[in-house]
């Protein structure tokens, strides 16, 4: 059973950084993407940044300048650090996973992605 389960939200004044982890268990995927998405009030889910086994990273425009995405393999943890925050970030944050052929770029589709976390809240004041 797959399980992804986030940590690290919570609040901030805008300008600061937040660390966002996921730990992953139970995936038998031998090569994956994995990625974090967000919802803020009243939005869709939206994609941030995707990284694949291999280390190739994705980026939407709205992350690029400001967040990392990355991961530690031995410690099945994927890493979101968000830097310069803005009201605008005040989202739900996930991080999902979904096998990967190793080839193409791990694109920033929720659809395509199979297994989610619950999800955790980051607030942003001004």
């Known amino acids: 059973q797959v399980q992804l389960v986030e940590s690290g939200g919570g609040s901030a004044q805008a300008g600061a950084s937040l660390r966002l982890s996921c730990i992953a268990s139970?995936?038998?995927?031998?090569?994956?993407?994995m990625a974090w998405f967000r919802q803020p009030p009243g939005s869709q889910r939206e994609g941030l940044a995707s990284?694949?086994?291999?280390?190739?990273?994705v980026y939407d425009k709205s992350a690029e300048d400001r967040f990392i995405i990355s991961k530690d393999n031995a410690k099945n943890s994927l890493f979101l650090q968000m830097n310069s925050l803005k009201p605008e970030d005040t989202a739900v944050y996930y991080c999902?996973?979904?096998?990967?052929?190793?080839?193409?770029?791990?694109?920033?589709?929720?659809?395509?992605?199979?297994?989610w976390g619950q999800g955790i809240q980051v607030n942003v004041s001004s």
């Open positions: 990284i694949r086994s291999d280390g190739v990273k």
């Open positions: 139970g995936i038998t995927y031998d090569k994956t993407c």
């Open positions: 999902a996973v979904r096998w990967s052929s190793g080839l193409s770029p791990c694109h920033l589709m929720r659809g395509d992605y199979d297994y």
